[in-house]
């Protein structure tokens, strides 16, 4: 179904990534917005399957295609999170001036000396979460509840409640964008994002 | 429908779909061309997808719960979230829930990894099907069972010690992982540095970024190698990478992580796997490792078998 690729040293998968070059390159340019990073994510794949090529994962795929598109949206996927990561270290997204301030909390702690915020930015961003999960419209919240807390496909979600496929997707796709408004509307994707501090929320979900 | 809010259910329609098989990769990078605004909306709903599965244990309740946390009083200020998106109300109590430990906490974790937050502020994410017993002075003891990437915070005054099987992990300051099998212990550091101990060894192990120990029990030995950074608890990130790694790990691996049931032949035990699988969909997971070693997949009652080729 798939045609054999000669396998060696640059075989196999990274051949591939040769063969789907201009679809992969085009993709990843319009993933990472960015030329230059595009062709970075792009040679961080090819090496990353050559050297898996030497380890046995140089045969054929029944749709490389696809893995080559799934590997290549992780990748960029990996760098987003890198940099919300450094980005959520930096600004603190929400814990500046709470050591200081935060008394309530430093009482509880056995060493107040010892800084709080990483602790906080978990508690926080469940608090968010929560929250938003909180005030999700009822379907979505069930739907939400049933695929992501109880483990169920959502094949299984459609048939429990009683609607089609696509209203599970679409209850879900309702749920992640509340969540997302939710932690936009925190500061937590950056101060670019949000609405400016103080000012109210990005106000046409609300 | 505003603009926002259409771009907004269309990244939400990508990003649920990006996750299957049978993704459109062509039109989803056609509608990234359309605006940058798409690119920016998949990106924030794949974080939050994130946050929502790193949160998913302990929000589990809260989805169908009202919350009963509400009344509590106000402790703590909300500084940058002037917006009043967050009723200040609630914070208080999950703090003092996390920051005050009991002479010892234990976290299991069933299908889904769990963020903790240890007294210091560091930070412990358990995988999935794991057990983390955190006891000792200010919570200095860790015994973990199955595995967990640890984030900690450096404290000299602080002598922070991980058990996992017959290995100890001491002298912490850094981001690394631990999986502890039946057999073996395997810490892989991400950045910083660690050092490892076990009776069997003559002096303890030190440990730096991009190395990776493997402790096999059964024979007392220890052996370093090196390991990809960024590879390191790559299933926080919904995948999973090896280089050179025995089928027999990998179809743990999937067990825990996926919660697929994988059986290896004794035959095809050792054949090595590199790679990376993705393990949202755990089916998916398994077709694509048997794809990529070219070997055969057979599924019964018990799950899938792993068969050399036909």
Redesign the interface.
Known sequence: MVETIEQGAAGG?AALVGVYRA?LL??LR????NAAEAEDVLQDMWL??S???????S?????P???L???A??LV??R??AR?RAMVRDHS??????VA??A??ME????PS???????L??????????A??T?PPGA?RA??LH??D?HGQAEVAAIMGISRSGV?KH???A??H???????????GPA?S?G??????A??R | M?V??RI??E???W??A?QG???D??G??LW??AD?RH???Y??????????????P???G???E??VIAHLPV?????????????AS???V???G???PAASSTYTTQ??AQ?????????VLLAPRSRMTVSGD?GSQIALAGAAYF?I?H?PRRALAITAGQLTVTDIGTRFEIRQHPGDVVVEVAEGRVSAQAAAMAAPMPLVAGKRLDFDMAAGRATVSAVVP?DVAAWR???LS???APLELVARDLARYA?VRVEVPRALAR??????L?ISDGNAAV??LA????LGLRHDGAGWHLEPAR
């Not at chain 1, 501090?197 to 990005?202: E, P």
């Not at chain 2, 963020?115 to 930070?123: E, H, Q, R, V």
Request: glycine share 10%; with cysteine.
């Open positions: 998968l679809d085009a993709f319009a993933r990472c917005g990353k399957l050297d898996h090529a030497t380890g046995g994962a045969g054929p795929v029944q749709n295609r696809s893995y598109f799934r590997t949206n992780n996927l990996d987003v999170r919300q997204w929400l814990v500046e001036g709470t301030s935060g309530a909390v509880d702690r056995p060493d010892i800084r709080a915020d990483e602790a906080l978990v508690a926080e961003e469940r608090q968010v979460l929560h929250r999960l909180d999700l919240r939400l509840q992501r807390f483990g997707e879900l796709a309702t992640m964008r969540l997302r408004q939710a932690l936009m509307d925190c500061g937590y994707f994002a609405s501090q103080g000012q109210g929320n990005t046409d979900e | 505003s926002e809010t907004a259910e990244a939400a329609g990003l649920l990006s098989e049978d993704m990769w062509q989803f990078t990234l061309e940058d690119r920016q909306a990106d924030q709903l794949a974080l939050a997808d994130d946050l929502l599965s790193a949160h998913a302990s929000l589990a809260a989805v169908i009202p919350s402790r703590r200020r909300w500084p940058l979230w002037t917006g009043g998106a967050i009723a609630l914070a208080a999950v703090l003092a996390q920051f005050m299908g889904a963020s903790i937050a240890l007294a210091d502020g560091s930070t200010g984030d915070r404290d960024q990130e919904g995948r090896y280089t050179s919660g054949r090595q796997f590199s790679g990376s993705f077709r694509d794809q990529l070693m070219q």
